[in-house]
């Protein structure tokens, strides 16, 4: 299982209330806290075959609203908005197939009424914080294991040398032989 690299957190209550298709009742968002761990992951309506999902379940949210992925080779995690209702983050709207750069603490806001209405009236907002996770530290053993590989390769390189060094001395002890050959011969 890969490392979750990014947490989003519900800072809404998790009870929505009165969004199609759940009309004049509460819903209950299943995942207040969702882990980010693959490439890339989808804030939508509904599951996306092609990355793992969260799934908010109300009209307002577009089938696939946003995307949040983080680039391995940078570690830049970037939201998109997909939606047709819009995506925020701290408070700027995004607008469709545009997207910026997320860091930790940023609030995403996947939906707000905006006709005035608060909660205890019917209102409702869907908002989550963005929030980085370290990658874990190394173990002891892993570190050992990588020191010995290093050390290995080291005493490779250096029995190598060796080998060579004692090659050029038997050649040159061989050619030293060879000159007394001849003079004992002369």
Known sequence: MAHAWGTLELLSDKK?????PF?????????????????AHTVGRQQDGATPTLVLPFAVVSGKHCVVQRDP?????????????????NGRHLGRKNST?????????????RDGSTKENGGAVIEYVFRRRAAPAPS????LERQNATLREEL????????????????????????DDVTALA
């Open 16 to 20: 929505v209330w009165g969004l199609k």
């Open 23 to 39: 009309e004049d009742q509460y819903y209950t968002i299943e995942y207040p806290d969702y882990e980010l761990s693959a490439p």
């Open 73 to 89: 080779a940078t570690d830049e995690v970037r939201l998109t908005d997909l939606s047709s209702n819009g995506t925020s983050v």
């Open 101 to 113: 750069v997320l860091e930790d603490g940023d609030k995403v806001t996947v939906f707000e009424r």
């Open 140 to 143: 002891v053993v892993s570190l």
């Open 156 to 179: 490779a390189a250096a029995r190598a040398e060796v080998e060579q060094r004692l090659k050029e001395l038997h050649e040159g002890a061989a050619r030293v032989a060879r000159a």
